[in-house]
């Protein structure tokens, strides 16, 4: 981890942060702007509705949105030159501790964040996982396979091992194009036991084995790099299952009302975190922007348009039903009864070790 004195927020904002959050109206600051980069698609959306449009409504500064596919590339490119234009960007854990590491994100104190509704301290409403010294946690969301149901009229998938079995459920996969889950779900479908996913992987043969069951649909795979293409895919029927983000294929069944089934079985469940690039010259708007996006009740807005729910313990008595569907969201959480029951908890420790070399390796078997 880095070292040294934590930043904390100017007093004055600090001070703006508390009225705005208790509902004292500020008067708009024409002219003033952030970028905020997020995952876009039906994603982006419910972050655009529950945080960027009611943040922009409340202080007057303007927020431009951009979408990534994550990665720390674009971020290290424009601070190693000097030319920060992302303000804050949404991250995944391992990508968030990684880039703290490197000085590409601002140091945030967790104890300059408002309290919760109820008057909690910040430290004690984030749950104890989300929190880290440049990344402040906002969502859990899964990672999980789901499929068309118009596919499979008899038998249906209901495990891991489904997922990479070609006998039984013939057809093409869809699979993202980067090591960290498709290892952890090779094994799981390879019998691996939950609890012992992360320290197979740690070894030469728990690689080799993860990789070896990969290789079984590696010709039936369509990779994907975005998170609208597996419902898409779906939904086209150009593949039969697909990993994909929990959220996106609940808003394609419940918006779209596409025939998707999630399978819940192995889900690899983790919790986002939004950090400020390090070295731009808005740090004051960007660190309002992050109080008031991480909020019991930005959290919520958010997890009633999609099935993610808060990192903070307020928020999540805050998320009843869909807003626009009407549909109960507690079925639909990756942390819910029933549906965590299987779920492996993504350690991203082990990919801040291990994330370079095991890109190399992944590129190199793709190649082959």
Not at 80 to 103: K, T
Not at 302 to 314: D, K, N, T
Request: proline fraction near 6%; glycine fraction near 10%.
């Amino acid at each position: 981890m880095r070292a040294g004195v934590v930043r904390r927020f100017p007093a004055v904002t600090t001070m703006g942060l508390a009225a705005l959050l208790s509902g004292i109206p500020l008067l708009p600051v024409a002219g003033q702007s952030i970028t905020v980069v997020s995952w876009g698609g039906s994603y982006g959306r419910a972050v655009n509705e529950g945080a960027n449009i009611p943040f922009t409504e409340a202080t007057g500064i303007r927020i431009s949105v951009e979408d990534y596919n994550g990665g720390l590339a674009q971020i290290r490119a424009q601070v190693d030159i000097g030319n920060v234009h992302w303000d804050v960007v949404d991250l995944e854990i391992a990508d968030a501790v990684r880039g703290c590491d490197e000085g590409l994100l601002e140091l945030i104190d967790i104890d300059d964040l408002p309290p919760g509704p109820d008057g909690t301290p910040a430290a004690d409403d984030f749950v104890a996982e989300s929190q880290t010294e440049c990344g402040v946690g906002n969502l859990y969301w899964s990672t999980v396979y789901a499929y068309n149901s118009r596919d499979f009229p008899g038998e249906k998938p209901t495990t891991m091992a489904d997922f990479f079995d070609l006998e039984r459920f013939p057809g093409r996969r869809g699979m993202r194009r980067v090591p960290q889950v498709n290892l952890e779900f090779a094994l799981i479908a390879d019998g691996v036991p939950l609890d012992e996913v992360y320290a197979t992987l740690g070894t030469p043969e728990g690689l080799d084995r993860a990789f070896a069951k990969l290789e079984t649909i590696k010709d039936e795979v369509v990779w994907w790099e975005a998170g609208a293409q597996p419902p898409q895919m779906l939904a086209d029927r150009e593949v039969v299952m697909s990993t994909a983000y929990n959220g996106r294929i609940f808003n394609a069944q419940v918006l779209e009302n596409q025939p998707l089934v999630i399978v819940w079985d192995g889900q690899l469940l983790d919790v986002g975190q939004v950090g400020i690039v390090a070295g731009t010259p808005r740090l004051e708007e960007a660190l309002r922007y992050v109080a008031f996006s991480t909020s019991a009740e930005s959290l919520a807005r958010i997890g009633r348009r999609i099935s993610y729910s808060p990192a903070r313990r307020s928020g999540m008595p805050l998320v009843t039903t869909h807003v626009v569907a009407g549909v109960d969201m507690a079925p639909h959480m990756p942390a819910g009864a029933g549906n965590a029951d299987r779920a492996l908890r993504y350690d991203w420790e082990f990919w801040v070790d291990y994330q370079d070399e095991l890109n190399e390796r992944f590129s190199a078997w793709l190649a082959r």
